[in-house]
């Protein structure tokens, strides 16, 4: 029987991609190496306290290791972007306690945007690891998905239940997939947002399992918009569910910032999407000087014993995404 573990159990390490894709970014420019720049920076943060590996087309390792520092392991995988959470690999444990892959089969979020490299990164990473692959016989992404550890897994109907990643298949289909690959008892579904974004509403954006039984929830104080009411329902859902051990749940609300350096359209605000590293947990720091302090104060009580790094990623965050969009655990 396999298992998908949490992601604060210890790492063997974290993988990320490198963004190699100037279109993406407006083309050649000042603001694509700074978005590269961004990314090398979070990497090095992250590489201090566990090893980092990243995927990089070997031309762009000179670069890459300038702005990685000595501590990133760069490894020579062709990639188009940075998004690894939901390219890469999901890693699930084995009843040997070892580990394998599980391949979702990444389309560019139901085919938004070409990423010819990036759908072959999970297999590549797997051979790397030195673990076997699974296919989930699914589309999706890690982002779209999220779990506690113990059985539980929590997910949106909007970007799984939708004909642009798996035509012809119904909720119970992908449901039944799921469970299977990952070693899941129960699946609590919340409707999500089709459409108003690249992903479709991704889980990872806005709640976020602390453990089994506790969630962080990214709230938006004011906000009456599609986002808004969605959310609203997916509270009134999870005050109703129970997980895979009968417990009901715990919603701890992280105001998201208001009043940050950004003001691109497609900023991404919420403080949910932060990663859990060995000994650290990485969050952004936007420049709204309450916000930030709040998150920082709230997160460090819901994770005692690990060092709470902020980091000022905006060039991730402004391009719909965020630092636990771009990392992906290999569990020890």
Not at 55 to 80: E, N, Y
Not at 158 to 183: F, H, Y
Not at 231 to 239: K, Q
Request: aromatic share 8%; proline share 5%.
């Amino acid at each position: 029987m396999i298992s998908v573990p949490a992601e604060a159990e210890p790492h063997e390490r974290t993988w990320m991609a490198w963004p190699s894709t100037p279109r993406f970014y407006g083309g050649p420019g000042a603001y694509f190496e700074s978005v590269q720049e961004t990314l090398g920076r979070l990497a090095a943060a992250i590489a201090e306290n566990e090893p980092v590996s990243m995927a990089a087309p070997a031309d762009q390792h000179d670069l890459a290791a300038r702005l990685c520092g000595p501590k990133v392991q760069l490894v020579a995988i062709p990639t188009d972007d940075m998004w690894a959470r939901d390219s890469g690999p999901v890693f699930v444990r084995k009843t040997d306690g070892g580990v394998a892959a599980v391949d979702f089969g990444f389309n560019g979020w139901g085919n938004k945007q070409a990423h010819a490299r990036d759908s072959r990164l999970a297999g590549e990473i797997a051979a790397l690891a030195g673990v076997d692959l699974h296919d989930a016989e699914l589309c999706g992404e890690g982002g779209g998905i999220e779990y506690d550890g113990d059985g539980t897994l929590l997910l949106t109907e909007s970007c799984w239940v939708n004909d642009n990643r798996n035509p012809g298949m119904t909720r119970a289909d992908i449901e039944q997939r799921l469970k299977a690959v990952l070693g899941v008892e129960t699946v609590i579904w919340v409707p999500g947002v089709r459409g108003l974004d690249i992903t479709d509403g991704h889980i990872d954006g806005s709640l976020r399992f602390v453990a089994p039984g506790l969630i962080v929830a990214s709230s938006y104080p004011g906000d009456t918009s599609e986002w808004a009411h969605a959310h609203d329902e997916a509270l009134a859902i999870l005050a109703k569910a129970r997980d895979a051990r009968c417990r009901s749940f715990e919603i701890v609300s992280v105001p998201s910032a208001t009043e940050g350096r950004s003001t691109s359209e497609d900023f991404l605000s919420s403080y949910a999407n932060y990663y859990v590293g060995n000994g650290a947990l990485y969050t952004p720091q936007f420049g709204d000087r309450k916000a930030d302090a709040l998150a920082k104060d709230v997160l460090g009580r819901l994770h005692p014993g690990r060092r709470i790094v902020q980091i000022d990623v905006d060039r991730i965050y402004e391009n719909g995404g965020g630092i636990h969009c771009v990392t992906q655990q290999q569990p020890r």
